[in-house]
Each structure stands twice: as structure tokens, then as C-alpha cells.
């Protein structure tokens, strides 16, 4: 089967946004606390299901909206007191999980 330039292009632009979630987890490794990581791994969801909403004007069902509060507090429950936020760090947390 024969590879179409318009098959390749969507290819690339997917290649490059998961390039770009690759370097922004590098960096959100680097200059935040893994407690803070961890936080803002729990919260993609959140902001998946935020921008799904915006989007779609599809509403959360309750069980998914507690599932999600549960696990933002549990993380947040988990880096108590361990919470390296530097502006930098947030800055990176925050282009990691637009990205992803």
C-alpha cells in the first residue's frame, strides 16, 4: 500500500505534540519536587474532563467526578508538607499536563 503525503503529515503533528510531552515530563522532572509531579499527574484527568466538557458539553457522571476528587486528594494527602513549588516548577507542571 502505497504511503499518501496526507496520510503523513497528521502522523508528523502527532509525533511532535508527543515529542513535546516527552521534554516538558523531562523538565517537570527536573526542576519540580516528585511529590509535585505527582499531584499534577493526578490532576490531567481533571483538566481532560474539564476540556471535554468545554468542548463537547458532554457532562461528568457523580461516580467520576468523585473518583476524580478522591484521587486529587489522596495525592495531595500524599505530598503533604513535601511540596517543592517553585514558579519554575509550576510552570513546567502545568505545560506537562496541557500537553498530555
Known sequence: RRVMRSHVLP???CSF???LVLLS???QLKVASIPL???MRNFTPLVTAFFEWVVYR???PENAVLAF???LLGS???SNQDFGATPMALVA???NVLLA
Open 76 to 78: 495531595v494527602l500524599y
Open 25 to 27: 515530563s523531562f523538565w
Open 11 to 13: 502522523s508528523l503533528a
Open 17 to 19: 505534540v508527543l515529542i
Open 69 to 71: 476528587s478522591i484521587t
Open 37 to 39: 509531579v505527582g499531584v
Open 93 to 95: 507542571c502545568a505545560s
Open 58 to 60: 458532554r457532562s461528568l
